[in-house]
């Protein structure tokens, strides 16, 4: 086959993930999006879950899975004896997954194996792509060693935490090309000593078409909330003990003080969620608080349509400070207010006083006085909603990040892509 024939077959990707939809994360969102508007570009896209998949409720066994018109490899849990035993437990996943991903290889035939967090996967997709001699990009998404601590799995700089941190380290120096969803992390890779030019940021965004700026109140979903004539703030997505929520309920009795009319609309659910209607019960403010759990993803703009105020407490952690969150985009996409605290990977998003509101990490009394001052300053909301709009359309939507993949790719599959190879 010639060259250009060659380049004319459309540049298959293997995508290596850690978990799927139709679990809902951050995670599997920011998946979905990335291949979707890989496939419009007109590349091939296949996809292998890690049997880490399986603790969300996944499979026992290898299988396929199609959801949202994808089609996923599944892969089993990890077995033998390193699979019961903590830290080697981590070197079974990976066997296990390198031997799925040298299976779903070997009938798909990729130009490009594509891992994403955590180290894991890179690793696996490492030791297949040297034996099959297809090239690697890994896909930094978090530090998942920092993530762990947040979870209580693991202690900041204990045996664990130093583990991980090598592993993430031995797999940056080895993957032919790296990319990472924002500035903090980018930075946090090249201290580690990886070499500039080897680093793309691919940010989060939002597919523009999923929102609409400036929707009216849903009157009937208010009135099912208990929400009719109520100032709402909200927050919408996983209830972990990194998103600070437990912040925006200590300030919720000086909020009320202030706004007797004021509720908080909580959507999602995870780990904290026992945790946060217990302190709501002891703050006396249960009354004030509606956890609406899970909604379906198609429903969310709804949620958004009865919210005044978008609050995102994040606590400050080398997580937060390092990576950017994807649901503040999405408010702004959608046209609402946002008032979320000053971690690094709030400030990459949101201009203080343009684009929403900062207030001081884990600070009460900082958030009630940012929120309160916000609620009482109607005239500015057009203006800030609008350039919140204006962000994402511009800088901040799909089709304008997942062409950055585009140069990336070429870099390592120049062949493949002629036309790019100038602009890597």
Same mark, same amino acid.
Request: hydrophobic share 45%.
């Given at each position: ?23 809902? +994360? ?103 792509? @040297? ?26 700089? %204990?045996? *664990? /935490?130093?583990?991980? *941190? ?24 090249? %201290? *580690? ?5 080897? !680093? &793309? ?24 909330? %208990?929400?009719?004539?109520?100032? !709402? ?8 003990? /990194? ?15 202030? @706004? ?59 997580? &937060?400070?390092? !990576? &950017? ?70 800088? @901040? ?7 950055? /993949?585009?140069?990336?790719?070429? +870099? ?6 002629? %036309?790019? !190879?100038?602009?890597?």
């Amino acid at each position: 086959m010639g060259n250009a024939d060659f380049a004319a077959a459309p540049l298959a990707i293997l995508h290596v993930l850690d978990h799927s939809i139709p679990l809902h +994360s951050g995670y599997t969102f920011r998946t979905r999006a990335i291949l979707r508007a890989q496939r419009a570009l007109g590349w091939q896209t296949h996809h292998v879950t890690s049997p880490k998949h399986a603790e969300g409720g996944g499979v026992a066994e290898d299988t396929q899975e199609s959801v949202d018109g994808l089609c996923f490899h599944r892969t089993r849990p990890a077995d033998g004896v390193f699979a019961r035993l903590p830290l080697l437990n981590q070197l079974a996943v990976i066997d296990r997954l390198a031997a799925r991903l040298l299976q779903v290889a070997r009938q798909t035939a990729p130009d490009i194996l594509h891992a994403h967090s955590p180290a894991l996967n890179a690793i696996a997709a490492l030791r297949v792509g @040297r034996r099959l001699g297809i090239p690697v990009v890994y896909e930094v998404r978090a530090f998942w060693e920092d993530a762990a601590v947040d979870h209580g799995t693991s202690r900041a700089w %204990g045996l *664990r /935490y130093r583990l991980t *941190r090598a592993m993430e380290s031995w797999a940056l120096r080895r993957a032919d090309a790296i990319t990472t969803i924002c500035t903090g992390l980018r930075d946090e890779i090249l %201290g *580690r000593g990886i070499a500039a030019g080897k !680093v &793309t940021v691919i940010p989060n965004a939002v597919d523009i078409g999923d929102f609409a700026s400036g929707g009216t109140r849903d009157e009937a979903l208010a009135g099912t909330l %208990g929400l009719q004539g109520k100032t !709402v703030l909200g927050f919408i997505g996983s209830f972990y003990a /990194y998103e600070g929520l437990n912040v925006l309920l200590d300030a919720l009795p000086t909020l009320l003080a202030a @706004r007797p009319d004021l509720r908080v609309l909580l959507v999602g659910g995870g780990p904290q969620e026992a945790a946060l209607r217990a302190q709501a019960r002891g703050l006396g403010v249960a009354d004030s608080v509606i956890f609406t759990g899970r909604v379906p993803h198609h429903e969310v703009h709804r949620y958004y349509d009865v919210v005044d105020v978008l609050c995102y407490p994040r606590l400050k952690m080398r997580l &937060t400070d390092l !990576v &950017t969150p994807l649901k503040p985009l999405e408010a702004m996409a959608q046209g609402r207010l946002l008032a979320a605290s000053d971690v690094g990977g709030h400030r990459e998003l949101i201009e203080d006083g343009r684009t929403g509101v900062l207030f001081a990490a884990g600070d009460a009394a900082a958030l009630a006085a940012r929120v309160l001052a916000l609620l009482a300053a109607p005239a500015q909301w057009p203006t800030l909603r609008a350039q919140g709009r204006r962000f994402v359309e511009e800088e @901040r939507n799909w089709a304008a990040s997942v062409a950055r /993949y585009g140069s990336v790719y070429a +870099s390592v599959v120049p062949l493949r892509m002629p %036309g790019l !190879v100038e602009e890597a």
